[in-house]
Every structure is written in structure tokens, then in C-alpha cells.
Antibody, heavy 120, light 106 residues
Framework: QVQLVQSGAEVKKPGASVKVSCKASGFTLTSYYIHWVRQAPGQGLEWMGG????????AYTQKFQARVTLTRDTSTGTVDMKLSSLRSDDTAVYYCARENPGDGSPFDIWGQGTVVTVSS | SYELTQPPSVSVSPGLTASITCSGN??????VCWYQQRPGQSPVLVIYLSTKRPSGTPERLSGSNSGNTATLTISGTQAMDEADYYC?????????FGGGTRLTVL
């Protein structure tokens, strides 16, 4: 079964960092870009950035450029998202999503989401 | 930066047709995707390449895109269609989402 499985919920204090993992199952990770999208409580979807697991190249939206790092481990089929200098407004559900190449590059597979709570 | 604008909410009676719009500058020149998100669930792709349905998307969902507006149309709306819907397009290597539209089936 083709799916993305994310790591569990996290609670962090302001100023700390968080790492969320996303493991590919049923497909070869290096054949697809993986992106991260977050959703604050009651809000819409917000793209953070993406990674090419094959070469490791990354792209980030300007808003998160200084605080987010995407890495991949092709041996385990996992992509990690690290967000640093956490603030209360980083409290959100974080999703990883697979970009299907061609066909307009839609996000065709989504992880189950990881809740990150930032609170003192 | 590129922006996509959606109405916050749309209401429809069961069995009727609902239309959800997504507006952006020269959006008709881009490929648009639509995602359905039910409460507490992850988004699901329902339309790609502006008009195509992935396997599993009911035929009553259709998409169009011209000029500055893309539209998701749901014909014969059912209670199970009640959800949030997001449009998305790519602009200069950046994925852009609309603000989302809550579809209420009254």
C-alpha cells in the first residue's frame, strides 16, 4: 500500500527545535519529491518546502527559509523536517506529501499529519 | 507573491450543484489541483491538471479553469461531500494554496 507514515505528536517549548519524520511505504522514495505543508488550528494549508530525495536538493518558501531544514535518508526511505526557534504560532498539524511528477505535479499522497504544540 | 482567493464558505442543498471558485492572476495558464479535507483528516487530491479526476474521485466532481478563475463543481451533492476544499497551483517553483472553502450541505 502506497503511503507516507509520519512520526508522533510533539510538545515543545518556545525557542526549541522539533524534528518530524516521514517514511515512505509502497514506493521508492528517490522517485518522488516530498513536500511539507502545515495547517494551524482552524486555518488553511501552507506550503513550507520540498526536497528531492534523489539528489537532496531543497526548496523552501521565504517565510520558513531561515528556520526549516529538510533532509532525507534513502537507506530508510525517510524524509525529516526540522523547524527551529519555535514560537507559539508554530503550533499546527504538519503534513508530508508526495509530489507526483508530471500531470501538473499534484500532491497525490499525504501523510497522516503530526501535531506539534509549542507551549511554555 | 502569487495569491489564490477562494470564498470562505459555500452552502448547497442535497442533490443540487455546488460551485467553488479559485481566483488568481492568469490562473488559466496554470495547472490547478483541488484537495478535499474532511474534519480531522488529511487532505485528499480530487482534481489535478485542472480537470482530471484521480481514480477514486466520484464523477460528480469536475473541474474547469479559464482566464483568472478555476472552478470545482460538485453535481448532485451528497452529505459526504461536506468538507473543506483547497485549490493549489505552482508559481515559480512555489506551491500556493487558496485559503480554502467550507462546503456545507444543508
Amino acid at each position: 500500500q502506497v503511503q507516507l507514515v509520519q512520526s508522533g505528536a510533539e510538545v515543545k517549548k518556545p525557542g526549541a527545535s522539533v524534528k518530524v519524520s516521514c517514511k515512505a511505504s509502497g514506493f521508492t522514495l528517490t522517485s518522488y519529491y516530498i513536500h511539507w505543508v502545515r495547517q494551524a488550528p482552524g486555518q488553511g494549508l501552507e506550503w513550507m518546502g520540498g526536497i528531492n530525495p534523489s539528489g537532496g536538493s531543497t526548496a523552501y518558501t521565504q517565510k520558513f527559509q531561515a528556520r526549516v531544514t529538510l533532509t532525507r535518508d534513502t537507506s530508510t526511505g525517510t524524509v525529516d523536517m526540522k523547524l527551529s526557534s519555535l514560537r507559539s504560532d508554530d503550533t499546527a498539524v504538519y503534513y508530508c506529501a508526495r509530489e507526483n511528477p508530471g500531470d501538473g505535479s499534484p500532491f497525490d499522497i499525504w501523510g497522516q499529519g503530526t501535531v506539534v504544540t509549542v507551549s511554555s | 507573491s502569487y495569491e489564490l482567493t477562494q470564498p470562505p464558505s459555500v452552502s448547497v442543498s442535497p442533490g443540487l450543484t455546488a460551485s467553488i471558485t479559485c481566483s488568481g492572476n492568469k490562473l488559466g495558464d496554470k495547472n490547478v489541483c483541488w484537495y478535499q479535507q474532511r474534519p480531522g483528516q488529511s487532505p485528499v487530491l480530487v482534481i489535478y491538471l485542472s480537470t482530471k479526476r484521480p481514480s477514486g474521485t466520484p464523477e460528480r466532481l469536475s473541474g474547469s479553469n479559464s482566464g483568472n478563475t478555476a472552478t470545482l463543481t460538485i453535481s448532485g451533492t451528497q452529505a459526504m461531500d461536506e468538507a473543506d476544499y483547497y485549490c493549489q497551483a505552482w508559481d515559480s517553483g512555489t506551491a500556493v494554496f487558496g485559503g480554502g472553502t467550507r462546503l456545507t450541505v444543508l
